[in-house]
């Protein structure tokens, strides 16, 4: 890959109309992260940390400005090849989890490869195991996700991140609704992805937390205030 940085920011800005009038979300960002950095971005509510990761994995469009990820234009993709394109290359973890309720734990982590038809159906199930195996849960593969703990919900949610084995993770508030001793925790299976060469950017509150990253961008009213 060289040295060319896997995320590449420039420029970009995010206007929304809202009923008090336009809402700018970020200003002008520029942003590059390499290959196997842990980056925590931090800020205040309504700084912009959503937005910014909402326009790396392609869940949002920005208003101007190029956002390059792996070498693919994602400014310049529709959303449906959007969400073709994300299921291949980036993971992402919401704060909220968003398993399925109705599908057991190993379904929901085997659901990515499903859509991506990467792997036949045996593989899918060996992965899907081998995941939950890293994520310490594979006892817990065959229950639904409401009979498992916050925190080991959240690891299910990492496991299914990685089921498509993407370069790039993207974690939005993921210790938001965990104590402090579980968020530790899936901070230290952070820790061991990147070990493995994976990039992590996460949106976090928790200024200890994102100390431990290799690197932490702050944001204010949409700019960088620090990085």
Same mark, same amino acid.
């Given at each position: 890959?060289?040295?060319?940085?896997?995320?590449?920011? @420039?420029? #970009?800005?995010?206007?929304?109309?809202?009923?008090?009038?336009?809402?700018? %979300?970020? @200003?002008?960002?520029?942003?590059?992260?390499?290959?196997?950095?842990?980056?925590?971005? &931090?800020?205040?509510?309504?700084?912009?940390?959503?937005?910014?990761?909402?326009?790396?994995?392609?869940?949002?469009?920005?208003?101007?400005?190029?956002?390059? #990820?792996?070498?693919?234009?994602?400014?310049?993709?529709? =959303? $449906?090849?959007? %969400?073709?394109?994300?299921?291949? &290359?980036?993971?992402?973890?919401?704060?909220?989890?968003? =398993?399925?309720?109705?599908?057991?734990? *190993?379904?929901?982590? &085997?659901?990515?490869? $499903?859509?991506?038809?990467?792997? /036949? *159906?045996? !593989?899918?199930?060996?992965?899907?195991?081998?995941?939950? !195996?890293?994520?310490?849960?594979?006892? +817990?593969?065959?229950? *639904?996700?409401?009979?498992?703990?916050?925190?080991?919900?959240?690891?299910?949610?990492? %496991?299914?991140?990685?089921?498509?084995?993407?370069?790039?993770? #993207?974690?939005?508030?993921? &210790?938001? /609704?965990?104590? /402090?001793?579980?968020? !530790?925790?899936?901070?230290?299976?952070?820790?061991? =992805? #990147?070990?493995?060469?994976?990039?992590? *950017?996460?949106?976090?509150?928790?200024?200890?937390?994102?100390?431990?990253?290799? @690197?932490?961008?702050?944001? %204010?009213?949409?700019?960088? !205030? +620090?990085?």
């Amino acid at each position: 890959m060289g040295c060319e940085p896997l995320i590449h920011l @420039r420029q #970009v800005v995010k206007k929304y109309n809202s009923l008090a009038g336009e809402v700018v %979300a970020l @200003r002008g960002i520029d942003l590059q992260v390499r290959v196997g950095e842990f980056v925590a971005v &931090t800020g205040k509510s309504g700084s912009g940390k959503t937005t910014l990761v909402n326009m790396i994995t392609g869940i949002d469009r920005s208003t101007s400005g190029k956002i390059l #990820v792996a070498g693919i234009p994602v400014h310049a993709l529709s =959303l $449906d090849k959007a %969400a073709q394109w994300r299921g291949r &290359t980036v993971g992402v973890i919401f704060q909220s989890f968003q =398993l399925l309720p109705t599908l057991t734990v *190993l379904q929901n982590v &085997t659901l990515p490869m $499903d859509f991506a038809r990467k792997y /036949s *159906l045996r !593989e899918r199930w060996e992965r899907g195991m081998a995941l939950l !195996e890293q994520m310490e849960i594979a006892e +817990h593969a065959h229950k *639904l996700p409401s009979a498992v703990s916050g925190g080991q919900q959240q690891r299910i949610a990492i %496991a299914r991140a990685m089921a498509n084995d993407p370069p790039i993770l #993207v974690a939005d508030e993921p &210790t938001g /609704s965990l104590d /402090s001793t579980t968020a !530790e925790a899936v901070w230290r299976v952070f820790e061991g =992805l #990147v070990g493995q060469g994976k990039t992590i *950017l996460v949106v976090t509150h928790d200024k200890e937390l994102a100390g431990r990253a290799g @690197r932490a961008v702050t944001l %204010a009213d949409g700019e960088i !205030e +620090h990085d």
